[in-house]
Structure formats: C-alpha cells, structure tokens
C-alpha cells in the first residue's frame, strides 16, 4: 500500500469517526448520556490514532491513544490532555537529540 493511499484511508477514517464527537457535543443533553461512554473509550481513541499515525507514525500513535486512554482513566479529561503535550514534548526532545547525533556522526 502506497503512502499516499494510506494517507487518505487515514484521513477519512478520522473525519468519519468525529461524526458521533460532533453529535454528541451538540445533541440533546438527554440523549447524550447514552452514548457518552462510547464516544470516551472508542471514537476519541480512534481518532487519536489516526491523526497521530498520519502526523508521525503508528508507533507513535500506540503510545499515544495508551497515553490518553490510560490518563483519561486515572485524573481525567486534563489528565489526558496533559499527557498528550507531554507526549508531544517528548517527541520532539527525541527528534533534536537524534538530528544532533546524526550531524554529529556525519561531521566526524
């Protein structure tokens, strides 16, 4: 499979899985309860995934959904937010360390 059709499998799977987010941020407040458990603990994850794996990869994209699935459960919603910057933080940390060592071993 190509990148490019990786990409755009990607992409729709996340548009169409924020279908139910957006129905459950606008819906009635008395439907929402009913499916509030699935949009927390299935479609947020998946989207998740498939925006970090576009963004930089699956691996990166398993750490991330275990991050805010895992945070989400024990502190919450800005548990989990919090996870993911510094997820994201640490990404980058990684990405300049390992440009510096890879200049590094090119210049000597």
């Not at 458990?37 to 990166?60: D, K």
Request: charged fraction near 10%; proline fraction near 3%; glycine fraction near 8%.
């Amino acid at each position: 499979m190509t990148n490019a059709a990786k990409r755009s499998i990607l992409r729709w799977i996340h548009v169409i899985v924020g279908i139910p987010i957006l129905s459950y941020i606008y819906g009635p407040i008395s439907e929402v309860q009913q499916y509030a458990s699935a949009v927390r603990f299935v479609f947020v994850p998946v989207i998740v995934l498939s925006g970090f794996w576009m963004y930089s990869g699956v691996y990166f994209a398993v750490i991330g959904v275990a991050a805010w699935v895992g945070a989400y459960c024990l502190s919450g919603f800005w548990g989990a937010v919090l996870s993911q910057v510094a997820l994201f933080i640490a990404r980058k940390t990684w990405l300049v360390v390992r440009a510096r060592r890879s200049k590094q071993s090119g210049l000597i």
